[in-house]
């Protein structure tokens, strides 16, 4: 069956350090890969879109690797700070008509000071 | 910037009443979609429209149906409301075209049915 898997758990980390989120997926082709954050009660705003024949994508703080092979991207927020606390989550395109997006449940994060 | 503007942050409606969620997007995007997002589950696609009067289900279509008549406007509507369609509902729209598939979701709305 398809599945998208991000982090089960929230993640708490500490200010400053680097933030490391997970998205596996299973029996989907995506030809891309985005991610999203979600500020609670509020529609998820995209941070970035990566392409199958990219490795890394970078911007500002944010970096996401995407691995075909391993059927994985991380998401990572370098330097983070408590700003950064909300909901992460991935999306996959599988380059069909229509751009539908198929959404993994989310990772919550909580950066402390 | 896009704006993606959702007529009601909060509605509350009886079991049984005809429920009209109204989105508008003001980028002339090809594009709209509609989601639910419930704890546990994340966000399930309802429906979705990539042209004028074109709509095709999402996961979950079950007592649900949509309307697109003008570019702008997604309307979701929800037949015979019942207590397990209470949730948030998100509206989003993208541009279109292979990998312009970034979504700009509304601020949602949040649907209680008594």
């Known amino acids: 069956s398809q599945k998208i898997e991000q982090n089960s758990e929230a993640l708490n980390i500490q200010e400053g350090k680097t933030a490391t989120l997970t998205c596996n997926y299973t029996n989907y082709s995506p030809a891309y890969l985005q991610w999203y954050r979600q500020d609670p009660g509020r529609g998820p705003v995209f941070l970035l879109l990566?392409?199958?024949?990219?490795k890394e994508k970078r911007k500002e703080r944010l970096k996401v690797t995407f691995d075909t092979t391993l059927k994985q991207s991380l998401f990572h927020i370098t330097a983070s700070q408590p700003a950064d606390s909300a909901t992460y989550l991935c999306?996959?395109?599988?380059?069909?008509?229509?751009?539908?997006?198929?959404f993994g449940q989310g990772t919550e994060l909580s950066v402390k000071p | 910037d896009v704006k993606v503007t959702q007529s009601s942050r909060y509605l509350v409606k009886r079991t049984g009443e005809k429920v009209f969620l109204e989105c508008v997007q003001d980028m002339d995007h090809e594009n709209m979609f509609w989601y639910r997002q419930d704890p546990g589950l994340g966000l399930r696609l309802i429906y979705f429209?990539?042209?004028?009067?074109?709509?095709e289900k999402g996961d979950i279509p079950e007592g649900y149906s949509v309307s697109r008549e003008k570019k702008e406007r997604f309307s979701l509507i929800l037949e015979s409301a019942s207590t397990n369609q209470t949730s948030m509902y998100l509206c989003?729209?993208?541009?279109?075209?292979?990998?312009?598939?970034?979504?700009?979701f509304g601020q949602g709305t949040r649907l209680t049915v008594v």
């Open positions: 999306a996959l395109d599988e380059g069909n008509q229509g751009g539908k997006l198929i």
């Open positions: 990566i392409r199958e024949n990219e």
């Open positions: 429209s990539y042209d004028v009067k074109m709509k």
């Open positions: 989003a729209s993208s541009l279109g075209g292979r990998g312009n598939t970034e979504a700009f």
